[in-house]
């Protein structure tokens, strides 16, 4: 007789997985295979999950590093992080077909950086250095006008020109907790900097770190599903760290490190916002070979955020 698994409580976030910028990106991907046929051209990883860009790849998506990469003639799509000016200009001098698929809140990033400079004002960003929508919304303004500042720490020893005009902004994708701190220290030093009205964090992002802050408490390790160039999954691990509980982000089941794992009472599961939910399934299905999992998702309350697709795709 084969000995009994050991049995072993699964905690589900909710929500986890693709949040609304992701699932339009990779629709947007598909139907520009659709309108123009393969190959499609898309300049850096649609989103951040080799899952999502292999299978895209098999489906027709060719992905690039840069523009000049793009043959004449075929279409480029821009991913969901945006890209700087400069590349929607070069594509147009180069007569290419592009769509954008920048999310529609990164977008909105973009714009209010763009206000304020035109206003007179210095902006802070506060990021992660090298991250792809950095780059993409420091591209939106002219050189100098920005200053990236990455920790508390930098926001205690930032130098500014004029106090009086002054802003801030952040990354879509960050730490809910770190980011608040470097901003409390940002309007401690300079009481007149200008704050954006509403939470430049996304909705999925907050969501996804509140939902894992929430199952934490009961939790002796965490998964979570996610690539490790994936900002919001990596915020998603270091939450449940934080929290005290060990925490491991994997891309797949296969990562599984299961000496690690051990045989803990409960483990908490969650997924990134670019991490499809198959690759959800496929955990639990091989935490099933091994545990007699009893799988619970956690209460919360849906999102329903839909963002519409380019007219030059719809139409």
Not at 167 to 182: G, M, P
Not at 212 to 230: E, F, Q, T
Not at 265 to 286: F, I, K, Q, W, Y
Request: charged fraction near 25%; glycine fraction near 6%.
């Amino acid at each position: 007789m084969p000995s009994p698994k050991p049995p072993l409580r699964l905690l589900i976030a909710a929500p986890r997985g693709f949040c609304a910028g992701v699932d339009r990106a990779i629709k947007i991907v598909e139907m520009a295979i659709d309108r123009f046929g393969p190959p499609v051209y898309v300049r850096h990883e649609i989103v951040h999950n080799r899952f999502v860009v292999d299978r895209l790849r098999g489906m027709g998506a060719v992905f690039v590093d840069e523009l000049d990469e793009v043959p004449d003639g075929r279409p480029v799509v821009f991913s969901a992080h945006g890209v700087p000016k400069i590349v929607p200009a070069a594509a147009e001098a180069r007569g290419l077909d592009y769509v954008d698929a920048t999310c529609p809140l990164v977008s909105k990033v973009h714009r209010h950086a763009e206000r304020l400079i035109e206003s007179g004002r210095h902006i802070l960003f506060v990021g992660h250095a090298g991250h792809p929508e950095v780059i993409g919304t420091f591209g939106q303004v002219p050189d100098g006008s920005m200053t990236l500042v990455e920790t508390v720490e930098d926001a205690r020893s930032v130098e500014v020109a004029d106090p009086e005009l002054l802003a801030y902004l952040t990354q879509t994708t960050l730490s809910v907790d770190d980011t608040a701190a470097i901003t409390a220290v940002l309007t401690s030093r300079f009481p007149s900097i200008f704050a954006p009205r509403g939470e430049d964090i996304c909705y999925a992002t907050t969501n996804r770190q509140a939902a894992v802050k929430a199952i934490a408490p009961a939790c002796d390790r965490m998964l979570v599903i996610g690539a490790p160039n994936s900002s919001n999954s990596l915020r998603l691990a270091e939450v449940a760290e934080r929290e005290g509980v060990p925490a491991r982000l994997i891309q797949r089941a296969a990562e599984i490190d299961w000496d690690w794992l051990g045989a803990p009472a409960t483990l908490g599961l969650s997924a990134g916002a670019s991490a499809p939910e198959l690759l959800v399934r496929e955990v639990v299905d091989a935490l099933a070979e091994r545990f007699d999992v009893s799988e619970q998702e956690a209460d919360h309350e849906a999102e329903r955020m839909i963002f519409k697709l380019p007219r030059s795709l719809v139409a």
